[in-house]
């Protein structure tokens, strides 16, 4: 269920004030099977799975002139689609904001339990830190992808693309 704005997030913790809420964030650009294996990673730390979808202005800051690929609104949609996801909502963050207050954010009005990050993270060290100020457990998972999925990401996608032309 798309979760219109930040204050959405409040209603989130209410309605499941007796269950472990799980948070994750990301750009979630060209969305793919590894993804999905994330979210299905990240539901395994509990019962309801909240995604954060960066908007498009922090991720071209982020990723690159270039990006995204697709815009926030059809990003939000696809991950609102997938089953491990219980609710996502869009990042509110503005031009002047740090490309992380999505987190603080989330964490002021969600008090979810668990954090959930990639270990190949940016700035990983400033995602503890805010972890630690909200009380919220911070859980870094490696990157696995089975083989049959070949280390699948958006950035490889992206290059094979490019190379085919």
């Known amino acids: 269920m798309i979760c219109k704005n930040y204050n959405g997030l409040k209603l989130i913790r ?69 089953k491990p996801v219980d609710y996502c909502f869009l990042d509110e963050s503005k031009k002047d904001n740090h490309p992380l207050d999505i987190i603080e954010e989330t964490f002021k009005k969600l008090k979810p339990d668990a954090y959930i990050i990639n270990q190949d993270a940016f700035d990983i060290p400033y995602r503890k830190n805010l972890a630690r100020k909200y009380g919220v457990t911070i859980i870094v998972l490696e990157r696995f992808c089975p083989p049959k999925f070949a280390n699948i990401s958006t950035s490889k996608i992206i290059e094979k693309i490019r190379s085919a032309k």
């Open 14 to 82: 209410e309605q499941h004030k007796d269950e472990k809420i799980v948070f994750c964030s990301g750009s979630f650009d060209l969305t793919h099977a590894g993804h999905v294996l994330f979210f299905e990673d990240c539901k395994k730390y509990g019962d309801i799975l909240v995604v954060g979808v960066g908007n498009d202005y922090i991720l071209k800051v982020n990723k690159g002139k270039n990006r995204p690929i697709l815009n926030q609104h059809i990003r939000l949609k696809l991950i609102d689609s997938i």
